[in-house]
């Protein structure tokens, strides 16, 4: 059990580029989850996916923004025509049985 | 939805002092945990307490479902303590964690 895994770690882009993150859960969790954290705030829930299937999308998901999880294990954040108010850290968290979610290390996003 | 509020917002403590952070929230909760924010950004367990108490070497918590509040203690505070502490519950029925908006602690030797 190496932990929740993200990749990239860090990625600057120019406004208006397409990004693509990827997540990787604790092997045996079925729920992963994606947050947005900008500087001095907590975590912003994204959206959840139970296996493969997305369970629940926040109003801060746009229509620029889309996650998949096709296989029931991995999972990427797809953000389309980014903007400035786009740069934050990503952050994913996955949970199995119970109720604890595990964050892996966030993926900084910078927008130019 | 639930609103979560910690206190205080910023804490400066001298090496081996103890302190304690609260954490409140509007409405009944079925999980609640307390994170460490270290400098690079990586959320750290510390607590998965929606009620009672939990001891973890130098730090503990308790939670009183009841009156809706959570407390992390640390006790003979290090240097590496240093970090933002947040608390993060799930409203009963729903899933995904809200957070606080932490608690900025600085140990200073």
């Known amino acids: 059990d190496t932990g929740v895994s993200q990749d990239p770690r860090h990625k600057i882009t120019k406004r208006g580029q397409n990004v693509t993150f990827r997540c990787d859960p604790i092997?045996?969790?079925?729920?992963l989850y994606w947050y947005r954290q900008t500087l001095g705030q907590g975590p912003e829930f994204l959206t959840y996916?139970?296996?493969?299937?997305?369970?629940?999308k926040s109003r801060l998901l746009s229509d620029r923004f889309s996650a998949e999880r096709p296989k029931g294990s991995f999972s990427t954040l797809e953000i389309q025509r980014t903007e400035q108010g786009d740069s934050a850290m990503y952050l994913c968290?996955?949970?199995?049985?119970?109720?604890?979610?595990?964050f892996g290390p966030g993926t900084r996003l910078l927008v130019l | 939805g639930i609103q979560v509020e910690q206190s205080p917002p910023d804490l400066i403590l001298q090496e081996g002092a103890n302190s304690t952070l609260r954490c409140n929230f509007s409405?009944?909760?079925?999980?609640l945990q307390w994170f460490h924010q270290n400098p690079w950004g990586q959320l750290i367990n510390l607590f998965y307490?929606?009620?009672g108490t939990k001891q973890n070497g130098r730090l503990s918590a308790t939670t009183v479902a009841t009156e809706r509040y959570s407390l992390l203690y640390i006790s003979s505070s290090q240097t590496t303590d240093s970090g933002v502490y947040f608390c993060?519950?799930?409203?009963?029925?729903?899933?995904?964690?809200?957070f606080g908006k932490g608690t900025r602690l600085s140990v200073i030797a």
């Open positions: 092997s045996e969790h079925n729920r």
């Open positions: 993060a519950v799930v409203h009963s029925g729903n899933t995904p964690l809200v």
């Open positions: 968290a996955s949970s199995g049985a119970g109720e604890t979610q595990y």
């Open positions: 307490i929606p009620s």
């Open positions: 409405d009944s909760v079925n999980n």
């Open positions: 996916f139970q296996n493969e299937a997305q369970l629940e």
